[in-house]
């Protein structure tokens, strides 16, 4: 996992803190934040998951090149 994955992790969990906060309270504002946060971080997270597969394929791609 790399950073990418992580902080988008923890800004999906924290915009769903922010969300749900803002049903319970009635708050539309922070709900809606809270939404956007979450959006943001699945987007993140699934950018650094990306990466992260790249850059095992072409670690794979290296070692089939090198045999």
């Known amino acids: 996992m790399n950073s990418d994955e992580r902080e988008g992790k923890v800004r999906n969990v924290k915009g769903r803190v922010k969300e749900a906060g803002g049903i319970i309270s009635g708050n ?9 946060e979450r959006s943001e971080g699945a987007v993140q997270e ?22």
């Open 28 to 36: 539309p504002d922070l709900e809606q934040e809270g939404a956007d």
């Open 46 to 67: 699934g950018l650094g998951r990306a990466r992260r597969k790249v850059g095992e394929a072409l670690e794979d791609l290296g070692k089939d090149v090198k045999e």
